[in-house]
């Protein structure tokens, strides 16, 4: 059982952290108040003739959250590293969100375009930084506890755009003048999220590994653990974890030399590019222009997507339960399944639209092609590689192996939703059937060579996945059992014998 202090902790960060994730939909949620403010804004500075362009301007304009998805996963590494965990995740984050916020206010009050453009850019940032508060929560959790308590700050964003969709209606602030109500709201939990977050303790494992404070680091442990944990006990569990470092802070080069970094981050890469390789992008800047060629208006595209939230909603509550109690493996494999079958539903969706066929039918399966992709991320879509990183990788490595790995696929979601347009345009349902195959295919590789993580201290899964590695060479097989690092391998037993003796050694230290 957690301790009152984590759980107080985890759940702080899980509603009050989503601010990112109501930033990042609001071109979505609000499209066509946006779109017209867009075009006023065009008509107003640059002439009717650059109307005539808006099409190009919107696409462009859309893609700059990606562009600050990429600068964000660009620098997060050696922030992460440099300032601190709690520093990047917490008081960094919440600073962007209240600069994103203030741009796109400023930008409808000043009829200006370009302080939203800027604003969704910003926005894309803290959403990047999304990623060090999952690490954050991470290794301030207990080994039993971090896979609900990473899964619960995914539950918390998704539950804050849930909440915040009905308000995005036409007959309530779904307005050209109204649509600032979601930055606002935003910037509201920025600031409680900045201000909370300074009264809970560092990250007790980059206390101990990065800054060798054992006695802060005693004090973190304590805290988030609860007061009835031997402090020393999980401390020589972080010291295991050290020994698995080659020194201070790796760098690629470094982690490219070494057959265990590099095998882990191969791992990491490979559920990195699930989300940009789903429909998760596109939908989060069209998802509403979609609906609304299907054959619904406003006001049904809308309760559209938030029937999708709230039929999906519970997933939100048991996907912490799910993910500790089956493991991460099985899990991950039926998100990437999920958003496979998400590019089916919207892809048979669109060839009707491109034959012009209107029927009922096509809106069914667009809405249910749309509802699995809610589904997979409300399960986890976002945060898969977060959680693997903060289980495989050594300490020193996350910050190069989290930079590889984030901006390496955020260039191929800012190419996917720039082009979506213009391809929607020209080939239709083949952009959707295209994806689709590339998400089956991911999928197959997910299922082949993703290891179980669950429970398991830092230090044993790298072990594991250094034999595991070697075991590959002659029998693949081997490698991805289902059961690969659960806790009820045979070496378990070994390593509680250790914690006994290192449990033993401390009592008679205390003695």
Known sequence: MPSARLLLFTLAQAALGGFGDILANTLNLMNPPLRAFFNHSIVTHYGPEAAQSFDTIYAISAAFQMVGLLIGFSFMGKLMDYLGRKECAVILRSTVGVLAGMAMVIGQYTNRFEFFVIGHLFAGVVLAFKVLLVIFVAECCPDQNRGMGTMLVNSGASLAVCLVTPLCLPSLFGTERGWTILPLIAMVQAVLHLLT??????????????????????????????????????????????????????????????????????????????????????????????????????????????????????????????????????????????????????????????????????????????????????????????????????????????????????????????IFPMLLSSIGSLFFAFFGVVSAGLTVLVWLQLPETRTLPVDRLVNRVTKARSRTQSNTSAFFHPHYGSTENSSSSDFEDLKKKLVNKDLEQII
């Not at 020589?236 to 970094?261: C, Y």
């Not at 096509?362 to 809405?367: D, F, K, P, S, Y």
């Open 197 to 418: 977050g300074l009264a809970f303790p560092q990250s007790p494992k980059q206390l101990y590994i990065q800054h060798g404070d054992r006695t802060g680091a005693q004090k973190s442990v304590t805290y988030y653990h609860g007061d009835d944990v031997n402090p020393n006990l999980i401390l020589r569990e972080f010291e295991a974890e050290r020994l698995q470092e080659t020194n201070g802070h790796a760098n690629l080069r470094e982690v490219l030399s070494n057959k265990t970094f590099r095998w882990s981050l191969w791992l990491v890469l490979l559920l990195s590019f699930v989300p940009p390789v789903s429909a998760l992008n596109v939908k989060s800047q069209y998802l509403n222009q979609l609906l609304l060629s299907y054959g619904l208006d406003q006001s049904g595209a809308t309760l559209t997507m938030l029937l999708s939230s709230l039929i999906a909603l519970p997933l939100l509550f048991i996907s912490p339960v799910i993910i500790e109690k089956f493991g991460r493996r099985p899990l991950f494999i039926t998100v990437c399944m999920l958003c496979t079958l998400e590019w089916a539903g919207l892809g048979l969706a669109q060839f009707f639209v491109d034959h012009e066929v209107t029927s009922f039918t096509r809106a069914v399966l667009g809405i249910g092609g749309s509802f699995l992709g809610q589904s997979a991320l409300n399960l986890g879509l976002l945060v898969m590689a977060p959680i693997l990183l903060s289980e495989i990788c050594p300490h020193n490595t996350r910050a190069a192996i989290t930079q590889f790995t984030q901006v390496v696929p955020m260039l191929l979601a800012i190419c996917q939703v720039t």
